[in-house]
């Protein structure tokens, strides 16, 4: 059964500072997925992931695929408040139903 | 863009009481799913489809069923609402095959009272 793990489940940090999230998975996959979502919301696509070593960079958001150590991370840099939110990854195990395994989410309070 | 909606964002409802939540896509996605989110539990599937009048029991099934007659509609039932099924609902979809991203709409906030 596949199981994914993200790290830290709550970061607190101040405005302008760097952070990584990292999320980790139990078996073979190259397709990862991260969302976003605000406090009341509902989660919003952030980034595909699709290959080993794939990046994707959106603002201050950069998002990275390692498939063979089977991790992915979620780099912020110098964080603005608007980033306060919920993240969640989400793993392809590729097999029947096409359903996705999500991570528990990691809670970003940014403090200005 | 892909758009998911819901029949409803807030909905009160009594114990007993049959429950009807509605969701719809208009991207001709394969597969529909239903969570639902609590404090502290995360994301949890009830049931998802991957086909018309297709259905199959996520992690949480019990208390629920579902129902998908045409292929960008699913529903999803609460036979009998408890109020331990006081929740956020949310729905997604995806094309299904090799790329299997999802879609959320904007979910249902459930409070059985």
């Known amino acids: 059964e596949l199981k994914v793990e993200q790290n830290p489940l709550f970061l607190s940090m101040q405005e302008g500072k760097n952070y990584t999230i990292y999320c980790n998975y139990s078996?073979?996959?190259?397709?990862l997925y991260w969302y976003r979502q605000d406090p009341g919301k509902s989660l919003e696509s952030l980034f595909v992931?699709?290959?080993?070593?794939a990046v994707k960079q959106e603002g201050r958001l950069m998002a990275s695929l390692d498939t063979k150590a089977r991790l992915s991370t979620l780099h912020i840099t110098a964080a603005v408040h608007d980033l306060s939110a919920t993240y969640f990854c989400?793993?392809?195990?590729?097999?029947?139903?096409?359903?996705?395994?999500f991570g528990a989410g990691t809670i970003l309070r940014v403090k200005s | 863009d892909v758009k998911v909606t819901q029949s409803s964002r807030y909905l009160v409802k009594r114990t007993g009481e049959k429950v009807f939540l509605e969701c719809v896509q208009d991207m001709d996605h394969e597969n529909m799913f239903w969570y639902r989110q609590d404090p502290g539990l995360g994301l949890r599937l009830i049931y998802f489809?991957?086909?018309?009048?297709?259905?199959e029991k996520g992690d949480i099934p019990e208390g629920y069923s579902v129902s998908r007659e045409k292929k960008e509609r699913f529903s999803l039932i609460l036979e009998s609402a408890s109020t331990n099924q006081t929740s956020m609902y949310l729905c997604a979809s995806s094309w299904g095959g090799s790329y299997n991203e999802q879609f959320f709409g904007p979910g249902t906030r459930l409070t059985v009272l």
């Open positions: 489809s991957y086909d018309v009048k297709m259905k």
């Open positions: 992931l699709l290959s080993n070593g």
């Open positions: 078996t073979t996959s190259d397709r």
């Open positions: 989400a793993v392809d195990p590729m097999e029947y139903g096409n359903k996705l395994v």
